[in-house]
């Protein structure tokens, strides 16, 4: 690093087709500009892994100071993750994890245990035939993987409790439609659904009501979006009975991938906090989603407001120049 020089983070995002990852990436950008030593570049691999393992192999041939990864699959960014670490580029894995041990730290919800909150919730609050429906996540996906494995452990612990069918979701609203009508129509016994995102919970609750099973059926998610269609509407809608918070952690990856650069101690695994939404607290969590959401679009305002004077000042800078001509 050369005096004077910029930090490079070089941000290998999954996709960013949905909000969730909308958000992380602003709350990544937020942190970002908070730090005018840092030059943050975000490639968005548009849920293709072969562009994903290009994009972190022009950020090694750039060589970039620190590498966030979230990645789309575990076993395919695996290898371009160790080419990183073997060049001397840290690389702070996010939210989707990679197989194996070279990478320099994790951060991201314990997935695992969002899973088994998802099957205590269904334990502790039903009340009729305990047969369930499980949607999840992409294959290869490591949320997909752990959540599967959570809810699986707790559901077969108990035997009142059934899960009837597994639907292989792949995150997105169109893959449980055909699959998840079929099986209703089959049986339309189900007390149940558990979607590994919120997205995926209310695409099950629209073909749901196509049968006229949505008030029926009760349905969980996971994400916790505070936005349009996000899962707190959704639960203080109705539709949703719960969903499982998964924040995405923007603001702390930048804040850990500067750590990372400083070579300051950090944990090999930093576990994001998570909670339970359902129309108990969906309202108070709401609220406190507002404000911090407001505070950020004050700090964006104020950046605004500094870069207008920063170019008025450049300006009026050019003129005293000019002037001097004279
Ligand atoms: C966003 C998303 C979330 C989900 C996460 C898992 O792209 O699909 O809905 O919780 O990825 O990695």
């Given at each position: 690093q050369k005096q004077g020089d910029k930090i490079k983070v070089g941000f290998s995002q999954a996709m960013t087709t949905d909000d969730w990852r909308k958000q992380m990436n602003s709350s990544i950008k937020i942190e970002a500009s908070l730090r005018p030593e840092v030059d943050l570049t975000i490639k968005d691999a548009n849920n293709n892994v072969s562009k994903q393992i290009e994009d972190i192999e022009r950020f090694i041939s750039n060589k970039v100071d620190v590498i966030i990864v979230s990645p789309i699959q575990s076993k395919p960014l695996t290898a371009v993750v160790e080419k990183s670490i073997k060049a001397g580029i840290p690389v702070l894995v996010v939210d989707r994890k990679i197989e194996?041990?070279?990478?320099?730290a994790y951060l991201g919800a314990d997935n695992i245990e969002i899973g088994r909150i998802a099957g205590r919730y269904i334990i502790s609050h039903s009340k009729g035939s305990g047969n369930i429906i499980e949607i999840t996540g992409a294959s290869g996906s490591s949320p997909a993987y752990e959540r599967t494995l959570g809810f699986n452990q707790i559901i077969n612990e108990n035997k009142r409790f059934k899960i009837v069918n597994t639907i292989q979701g792949d995150w997105e609203k169109e893959s449980v439609k055909a699959p998840l009508k079929a099986i209703l129509q089959q049986n339309p016994n189900v007390e149940y659904i558990f979607a590994h995102n919120d997205r995926m919970a209310l695409s099950a609750w629209e073909t749901a009501k196509t049968l006229g099973l949505e008030k029926k059926i009760k349905f969980i998610g996971v994400d916790?979006?505070?936005?349009?269609?996000g899962g707190i509407e959704l639960v203080k809608s109705g539709v949703l009975d719960g969903t499982i918070l998964y924040p995405t952690g923007g603001n702390e990856a930048l804040k850990l991938a500067l750590k990372m650069y400083n070579k300051e101690s950090i944990s090999r695994n930093n576990i994001l906090n998570t909670i339970v939404i359902d129309k108990n607290n969906a309202e108070i969590i709401e609220n406190q989603m507002d404000k911090v959401d407001q505070q950020q679009l004050v700090i964006e305002s104020q950046q605004g407001a500094i870069k207008v004077q920063e170019r008025e000042y450049a300006s009026q800078n050019n003129l005293v120049r000019l002037l001097s001509f004279f």
């Open positions: 194996g041990e070279s990478y320099t916790a979006l505070n936005s349009v269609n």
